[in-house]
């Protein structure tokens, strides 16, 4: 990445999904499931708004409250299951199973250098 590409990133925290797992009522019928993250990890990335609805077509999602963000393709570590904290730091004490997120990965484009990926805005309460 470029100088000024360097000198423009910003914080943001990640966190994988890590396991799905059934939960049971009180007769061992299964009732529903929980998801579970990893720990939050802070990377510095060049964070952006889309602007364009054509931009976020093909991922199904809207342009409104949609981040664009490019990251090192080197060892990126993100799947379309992740989540992230941007413009506020994870809650403390942490929840792997219930983690306060306002973004989620909603698309990953690899490029030659670098891997440009979406995150939509989410209301997690």
């Known amino acids: 990445m470029g100088r000024l590409s360097q000198r423009n990133k910003q914080p943001i925290w990640w966190a994988n999904f890590v396991s799905l797992s059934p939960t049971y009522d009180e007769?061992?019928?299964?009732?529903g499931s929980v998801i579970t993250?990893?720990?939050?990890?802070?990377?510095?990335?060049?964070?952006g708004f889309v602007e364009s609805e054509a931009e976020v077509q093909a991922f199904g999602i809207q342009a409104v409250d949609t981040l664009r963000i490019v990251a090192e393709k080197k060892d990126f570590p993100l799947t379309v299951e992740s989540v992230l904290w941007f413009g506020k730091e994870p809650e403390s004490p942490y929840d792997v199973?219930?983690?306060k997120h306002n973004y989620a990965v909603a698309g990953i484009r690899p490029s030659l250098n670098e891997m440009v990926f979406y995150a939509r805005r989410v209301e997690v309460s």
């Open 97 to 99: 199973t219930s983690p």
């Open 27 to 31: 007769y061992g019928n299964e009732n």
């Open 37 to 47: 993250y990893s720990e939050p990890v802070q990377a510095f990335w060049n964070v």
